[in-house]
């Protein structure tokens, strides 16, 4: 039992640490848009940034932050995956990055055995 609480505990912290980022690099010889990064990718939708400005990207849980070299930073939340009787609850878009992103929840029963094993 230690040991399947152990792993759902490592499993919670690895999820509400860990998101993923990825870079839009900023082509040589794009239209230079007022000194200001620039993306018109249809995924997206971000458009122009302001250097050091951050943008929530609508409709998803992602933030887009432009870079002194001009390239636009994204930022995302993680993937879950987990095993009954956890589950995950799906991200909130009203709430901004990164509380709007999905959480992992468990039976409060497993968070007591949890903790009286911590208090031992």
């Not at 040589?28 to 995924?43: L, N, R």
């Not at 930022?75 to 995956?81: D, I, L, R």
């Not at 959480?103 to 903790?115: F, G, L, Q, V, Y």
């Amino acid at each position: 039992m230690k040991v399947v609480l152990f792993i759902l505990f490592v499993c919670a912290l690895y999820s509400s640490v860990y998101s993923w980022t990825a870079v839009i690099e900023h082509k040589k010889g794009q239209s230079d848009h007022g000194g200001h990064c620039y993306t018109d990718s249809p995924v997206f939708k971000i458009g122009s940034l302001q250097k050091y400005e951050k943008k929530r990207i609508e409709s998803s849980c992602l933030i887009a932050e432009c870079l002194e070299n001009k390239d636009i930073s994204l930022w995302g939340c993680a993937k879950h995956a987990v095993e009954p009787p956890c589950y995950v609850v799906p991200g909130n878009l009203l709430k901004p990055y990164p509380r709007c992103c999905p959480k992992i929840k468990c039976p409060e029963n497993m968070k007591e055995e949890e903790n009286r094993l911590n208090l031992l």
